[in-house]
T-cell receptor, first 111, second 114 residues
Framework: QKEVEQDPGPLSVPEGAIVSLNCTYSNSAFQYFMWYRQYSRKGPELLMYTYSSGNKEDGRFTAQVDKSSKYISLFIRDSQPSDSATYLCAMTQTGANNLFFGTGTRLTVIP | NAGVMQNPRHLVRRRGQEARLRCSPMKGHSHVYWYRQLPEEGLKFMVYLQKENIIDESGMPKERFSAEFPKEGPSILRIQQVVRGDSAAYFC????????????FGSGTQLSVL
């Protein structure tokens, strides 16, 4: 079983739609949860960073963590064509040196 | 304000040759991480270094792969006697302190082994 599972998509939505991206994980010791955005031929860019359970909002982006279900989500409101990218979830535990990444979900926002 | 710089962007090697990938962290960052991204797979941790020290190499293959981060100059990921299975995107990331949560990634080096 993989540490982190993420639906690879691809996911296509019309401009202005609400996008929901999700990951599940198996290691209950994970405490830090991140979402990265990766454009084609570029490195991942940190979008959202959450510690433990709860919600975090930043502009059009909302990250949710449900540790009881080992499930994390990223919501994108009013999606824009510029949001078209691959979204990677990542997580780690306290004191660890490495992140565990999902495989990424490829999102296309159609104008 | 340069970010994490990696070079070359693309590297082509024949089987059996050596590959050297370079990474300069963001200014003020002294912690460097190397990750590998294989097609259809997520990023996989390889090694974590600080200046002149390898802190965690638990993700490094046991043979042919080595990494360094000298006192002066960039971090180097070295792959000896490359094989086709080494073809992947190699990403370097840096952070200002300990704890690998908030990483800043470079644009990667795409290694192709013929």
């Amino acid at each position: 079983q993989k540490e982190v599972e993420q639906d690879p998509g691809p996911l296509s939505v019309p401009e202005g739609a609400i996008v929901s991206l999700n990951c599940t994980y198996s290691n209950s010791a994970f405490q830090y949860f991140m979402w990265y955005r990766q454009y084609s031929r570029k490195g991942p860019e940190l979008l959202m960073y959450t510690y433990s359970s709860g919600n975090k909002e930043d502009g059009r982006f909302t990250a949710q963590v449900d540790k009881s279900s080992k499930y994390i989500s990223l919501f994108i409101r009013d999606s824009q064509p510029s949001d078209s990218a691959t979204y990677l979830c990542a997580m780690t535990q306290t004191g660890a040196n490495n992140l565990f990444f999902g495989t990424g979900t490829r999102l296309t926002v159609i104008p | 304000n340069a970010g994490v710089m990696q070079n070359p962007r693309h590297l082509v090697r024949r089987r059996g040759q050596e590959a050297r990938l370079r990474c300069s962290p963001m200014k003020g960052h002294s912690h460097v991480y190397w990750y590998r991204q294989l097609p259809e797979e997520g990023l996989k941790f390889m090694v974590y270094l600080q200046k002149e020290n390898i802190i965690d190499e638990s993700g490094m293959p046991k043979e042919r792969f080595s990494a360094e981060f000298p006192k002066e100059g960039p971090s180097i990921l070295r792959i000896q006697q490359v094989v086709r299975g080494d073809s992947a995107a190699y990403f370097c990331a840096s952070s200002p302190g300990t704890g690998g949560e908030k990483l800043f990634f470079g644009s990667g080096t795409q290694l192709s082994v013929l």
